[in-house]
């Protein structure tokens, strides 16, 4: 076993995580920033291709005021108006630290860039070309946090349980991938920026390790979510032809910049129809989009592989290639020459609204946790507007690292081993049996399976009630199945364990969600129920998640967070 | 016009330091354009779940996690598409085994065990 003693503990090391190390950092805080997949690589941040939303006005006028009407409007009356203010006034500051940083924003005559995205009233999403924010953004940070002397970076440490006494914060009990060692760290203050839950869907755009344990370690950990019904599809999701080293929400950075034309399988467009805008405006938001091509799937009028055409074979091969030169040779090396042809989307699981309830310093209901990120929830409400969880991840990482330095700076740590016990004791049951899988050496990877097709086919873009009542059904039905499940005996690497517990966690995550979807009686921004078609205004308020004495989920209601 | 198989060989090695190494051939499905990482995650997910492989990102080439040896050539398993013929899917060659298809590539800085040991021995 191995024993780690620090002021805050940063699980996650994305974009969020990486921010909220730097911040504690040099808020006179020790850092422990811990990841299971590798510093900087894992997480969502690194996938993103190009928008960042942040109300800069060095192009045309623009202010943090006008970028949050835009950001409340696209969540159709859900966000906590106070946490979407902190988000685009802070933006600026963000976008501005990261430029001093020499992140490469994109610039015209000097001047940051910044496009027009869908539910914008002004171009305001910087990026880093071509389709390389991400990537530039990751490793900008990278280097900053390595620059942090009072930051300890740990590459494959799963965190798994926070470690709570007497109500009280006071570390995480995890194990160190590579051989199997179990971890124990003391830690006065501990930040959850480890990300969302697109996962748990059977087409999903975001990296492997999205499986809802933020979420997970929050619930156990006493603390609340709000939300849950809100994972965001992403309309345009890259189907067919098979495309490899692209993310495949690139299409999106492609229709900011040329426009393009949607099409559903007769050759006809469809927007209208839902309430969107045709032709080459890229105006619909991202719920009406999704709805409309998966109402279009029900109608029979989609492609044999269920998607509609993207279409930018009206555009010159010139401003195709001004617009994304070396993107273009690496389509064409998967052999697609947008000029010729058409490439087939769908939608697929992107983002989650809503997450880890937490106060304007990022504090949850429990003292010393705190939340970052894709992780939290409330700024965005029923609908994220394109661009804002990168400028979330940016800002509400700073601040949860500041305020949790804050808080840790002068406490004395408050490790407990009778509070870590029941996490080391599970570990150690997992590990030390002699059993391979029960036999069943795909156990583990078949039940992921079928998990990502329950929450695709009935927790998706469509719920009705019957649908969503079954998911339940079996999800507190795989609870229990899990717990019978061994992991092999594998010393090193060994995946069976984390499958293990990353299903653990998307299990409380899944049945979050379809609890609380089947809560929501109406269609509300990227929660649509067949059911109840129309928005309620008697239901514009957020739902709360708990779990109770017994273990249980049970969900309550808050009015929306005004600003004051 | 080619025909598709219906399904490709794909050998995977695998083994851990101390322990004499053997190979395992597995039947993958076959998809037009499928990468080596769908290979290794469809057998991972249907038939055996044991087997050590790093990656994150899932085919987008963003983490840079997935390095292994492609029938002998370094290759990302997200961008390298699968042969209609046979495949061998090894560890890097030039890095520490740690098991099956994963090597250290993690940076000194970031691992555990060598911060602990740079620690104590400091």
Known sequence: MIHLETDVLVVGAGGAGMYAAIAAARNDADVILADKSMISRGGATIMAQ?????????????????????????????????????????????????????????????????????????????????????????????????????????????INDIVVDDGIVVGAVGWNIEDQTPVTIAAKAVVLAAG???????????????????????????????????????????????????????????????????????????????GGEDAEKYTTTRDIISYGITKENEAGRTTENGGVHLSFQHIPEEQLRNAFGPVIDKLASNGI????????????????????????????????????????????????????????????????????????NGRKQGWSDMGAEEHLDRLDALTGRQTDANGELSALGEM??????????????????????????????????????????????????????????????????????????????????EDYEEIDPAQSHNQRLQLDRNGSLVSDYLSVGRAA | MSTQPKSVAVTIQRGAPGVEGHTETFDVPYREGMSVLDAVVW????????????????????????????????????TARLSTESTTVGPLTNKTLIRDLVTDIVPPKENLRAILAARDGG
């Not at chain 1, 304007?360 to 992780?375: C, D, F, I, K, R």
């Not at chain 1, 990168?390 to 949860?400: L, N």
């Not at chain 1, 019957?466 to 061994?486: F, G, N």
Request: proline share 4%; charged share 25%.
């Open chain 1, 50 to 158: 190009m928008t960042t939303a942040a109300a800069l006005g060095e192009q045309e006028p623009d202010s943090w005021e006008k970028h949050l009407n835009d950001t409340l409007d696209a969540g159709r009356g859900l966000c906590n108006e106070e946490l979407s203010g902190i988000l685009c006034r802070e933006a600026v500051d963000r976008i501005h630290e990261m430029d001093d940083w020499k992140v490469g924003w994109a610039r015209k005559d000097g001047k940051i860039t910044g496009v027009m995205a869908p539910g914008h009233s002004v171009p305001r999403c910087v990026y880093v070309d071509f389709l390389n924010t991400g990537p530039a953004v990751a490793k900008c940070l990278r280097t900053q946090v390595a620059r942090a002397n009072s930051v300890m970076r740990v590459s494959g440490l799963a």
């Open chain 1, 196 to 274: 969302g839950l697109t996962r748990l869907y059977a087409r999903n755009s975001a990296s492997v390790n999205m499986n809802g344990d933020a979420y997970a370690m929050a619930l156990r950990a006493g603390a609340d979510l709000i939300d849950m019904e809100f994972p965001q599809f992403f309309p345009i999701g890259h189907l067919a032809p098979r495309l490899v080293g692209m993310d495949p929400i690139m299409w999106d950075p492609f229709r900011y910049k040329l426009g393009g034309r949607l099409f559903n399988a007769e050759g006809k467009e469809f927007l209208h129809r839902y």
């Open chain 1, 337 to 408: 020459d947008l000029t010729k042809r058409t490439i087939e989307v769908s939608p697929i699981a992107h983002y989650h609204m809503g997450g880890i309830r937490v106060n304007e310093q990022m504090e949850t209901s429990v003292p010393g946790l705190y939340g970052a990120g894709e992780a939290v929830g409330g700024a965005n409400g029923a609908n994220r507007l394109s661009g804002n969880a990168i400028p979330e991840a940016f800002v509400f990482g700073e601040r949860a690292g500041r305020f949790a330095a804050g808080y840790a």
């Open chain 1, 448 to 529: 992921w399976a079928e998990l990502q097709t329950l929450m695709w086919d009935k927790v998706g873009v469509l719920r009705t009630e019957v649908k969503l009542m079954a998911a339940l059904a079996r999800i507190r039905e795989m609870r229990p199945e899990l717990e019978a499940i061994t992991p092999t005996n594998d010393a090193e690497f060994n995946l069976t364990l984390q499958d293990w517990y990353d299903l653990r966690s998307a299990l409380l995550t899944a049945e979050s969600v379809a609890l609380a979807a089947i809560n929501r009686t109406e269609s509300r921004g990227a929660h649509q129920r």
């Open chain 2, 43 to 78: 057998i991972r997910t249907n038939v055996d779940s044991s087997i050590a492989f790093r990656y994150s990102c899932v085919n987008a080439n963003a983490c840079k996690e997935c390095m292994v040896s492609v029938n002998g050539k370094t290759e990302y398993a997200c």
